[in-house]
């Protein structure tokens, strides 16, 4: 099987992080974050999806750390964060804030991108001290609060307790994904990507989900087969864009339309005809032009030395 952790060259290729660092959770875990970009910048958190990583954001951190400072962290258990004992959404809270806490200054506001898993992990700190001390808006990518199985698309059945059945165990096996193969592509590419995805984007998601471990992937499907975050939505005040593939069969628009329905300060919904669950891959121009809207709209950025010291 190969180790490749993602695409060595060419736009989804990782760029270099200016510093990184281990933050260290509530619980004691340990997760990996890369700063990128110019401290005396304004700030702009990424936080990734079940499976993936750092590396899912690659063309946004190379796009925005021009002129912005980009924190980039992998989540318990992804990446190059090492395997946790706890998986639920307290705990993602609990790893977003203690990166919040780690690497921006008190009182210091960033804007925070979430794609799948990444978004569900903001309605969960939606209610937290110290995620209402520093978001300052938010961008919603490929993502929902509830349903999950319910309403996904992966399997082509009709809505209904065999559908939901089938896609429980599909979503939620625990066998290896094996080597990145033609036929390895051709079904993540069904499952995640629209029919329209470069070769290129298809090869670049299926090296990153690839090298999930297999006890990890399993282990966050059974969080997000019963994930209920609703509450979380409607704690989200701060100014909030929804971005969504309309053949997104991973959570599909019904969920990105609930939310701009239960979000208090929704500021817009973009849907991508054509394109899938991977939208910061598949749409990486019109993902990154979303968060420099968002951070010039709305982060107010001081002097150098309100940025915290090493951070």
Known sequence: MSRLMHVSSGPYAPPVAARELTVASADGSRLHVEVHGPDAAPAVVLAHGWSCSTAFWAAQ???LSVDHRVIAYDQRGH?????AVAHSTDALADDLEAVLEETLAPGEKAVIAGHSMGGMT???AAGRARFREHA???????TGSSRLVAESLVVPLRAGRTRTWLTRKVLGTRAPLGP?????????KYGTMGPGSAPHMVEACARIVHACPRTVRYAWSRVLDTLDLDGGVRELAVPTAVVVGTADRMTPPVHARALVAALPNCIGITELPGLGHMTPVEAPELVSTKVRELAATYVEFGPIDQVKEGA
């Open 61 to 63: 951190i190379r796009d």
């Open 79 to 83: 990446g190059r964060s090492p395997a």
């Open 122 to 124: 903001v309605f969960a």
């Open 136 to 142: 300052v808006a938010v961008l919603l990518c490929s």
């Open 180 to 188: 990145v193969t033609p036929a390895a592509r051709r079904i993540l």
